[in-house]
C-alpha cells in the first residue's frame, strides 16, 4: 500500500507550483495541474531552441509505445505535442512502473519561456487524456489501486511550499471538518456545484452558486460575472480594463474577504490573496485575483482558492468527491 507525500513550491506570484517528479532516471519540476489529464515532459527529443534551460526527459531509458502520439492545447492557447514512452514515474515515493510518459517534441514559447517548469503531471480524469489512437492514464489512475487509499490532497500555500500528498489525508494539515461534495466527471475535471458567494463581512450573498472544477493548473478564481462585478464594486479604484483583461484594482488597496459556501460550509479567501500582482514589476496597478467565468462555461476554482483551503481528491469511493476544509 503506497503512500507519499511531495513539495508544492509556488512560482513567482503563486502564478504556478511545481514539484520533483522522478521519470526513468532524471528528475524533473512538473507542475500539477488537476485541469488536465496528461504527463508531459521536455525530452532529449525537444528542439534546443524550444527546450533551452528545461531539464529533460531521456527516453532511453522508456519503451516506446509505438504509433502513439499526443498533442494538448491549454486555456491560454499554449500548446505541446509529441510521442509516447512507458517508464518509471516515481512522486514523493509513489511508484508507477509502467506510466505513460509523454515526451515533448514541440511545446509553445510559453512553455519555452517558463524555464522552472519542465512539463504538466495532469490529474484530472483519464478520459481526457489526449493520447491517440488509445488515450493512456494518469499518474493517478496508474497508482490508484496500489495507494492506501485512492485519494490525493492539495495544500497550496500563499508564497510558501505547500504539499500534494498520494494515499492518504494528513489531519495536521487542516482545521476542524472536511465537507464532501459530489463530483460530475463528465467533462473529465474535477467538477462540483459551489452554492453561493458573499464577500467580507457580509452575508448578503453576492449570486447564487453554480458549477465549478477544482483546477490546479490555474492561478486565478474565475466566477460568474455577476458575482465578480458585485466583489470589485465594493473596492475603489477597481476597475474591468480590457486591455489587460480583466479587473484590476490600486496595488494599495485591501480587498474584502471573498467567502464561498460549498456542501453547505462556507469558506473564506483572504482579500490579500485577491490583490494577486503588479501588472508589470513596478507598476501601482495590480491584478484581481478573482476573475470573470465569461466564456468558459463553469467557474474555475484555481489555487487562488486552493491555498485558501485544504482539498481532498477522493476517488475512493462508488463514485468520485471533493472534500474541503479550512486550513
Ligand atoms: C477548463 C480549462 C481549465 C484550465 N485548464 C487546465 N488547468 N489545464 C484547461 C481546461
Ligand atoms: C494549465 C496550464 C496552462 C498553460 N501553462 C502555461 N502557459 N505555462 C501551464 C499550466
Known sequence: CQTGEVAADPQLYDQSYLSPVTIGNSELMLDFDTGSADLWCFSTESPAAQS????????????????????????????ASGN?????????GVTATKQAVEAATSVSYEFT?????????????????????????TFFDTVRNSLAKAVFT????????GSYTFGYIDSSKY???????????????WQFTADGYSAGGSDSSTGRGGVAIADTGTSLLYLPASVAKAYYSGIQGA????????????????????????????????????????????SSTCFGGIQADT?????????????????????????????????
Open 239 to 282: 476597475t474591468f480594463d480590457f486591455r489587460q483583461g480583466g479587473y484590476t484594482i490600486p496595488c494599495s488597496a485591501t480587498p474584502p474577504d471573498f467567502n464561498v459556501a460549498i456542501g453547505g460550509k462556507t469558506f473564506t479567501v483572504p482579500g490579500s490573496y485577491i490583490n494577486y500582482a503588479p501588472l508589470r514589476a513596478g
Open 113 to 137: 519561456e517558463d524555464v522552472a517548469s519542465d512539463g504538466l503531471l495532469g490529474l484530472a480524469f483519464s478520459s481526457i487524456n489526449t493520447i491517440l489512437p488509445q488515450p493512456q492514464t
Open 154 to 161: 492539495v495544500d497550496l500555500k500563499k508564497g510558501a511550499a
Open 295 to 327: 466564456g468558459i462555461g463553469f467557474s474555475i476554482f484555481g489555487d487562488v482558492f486552493l491555498k485558501a483551503v485544504y482539498a481532498v481528491f477522493d476517488d475512493s469511493g462508488s463514485s468520485p468527491r471533493l472534500g474541503f476544509a479550512a486550513q
Open 175 to 189: 482545521s476542524g471538518a472536511i465537507t464532501y461534495v459530489p463530483v460530475n466527471t463528465a467533462n473529465g475535471f
Open 52 to 79: 533551452a534551460g528545461h531539464g529533460l526527459y531521456n527516453p532511453s531509458t522508456g519503451t516506446e509505445l509505438d504509433g502513439a502520439f499526443w498533442d494538448i492545447t491549454y486555456g491560454d492557447q499554449s500548446a
Open 84 to 92: 509516447v514512452f512507458a517508464d518509471k514515474v516515481v512522486v514523493g
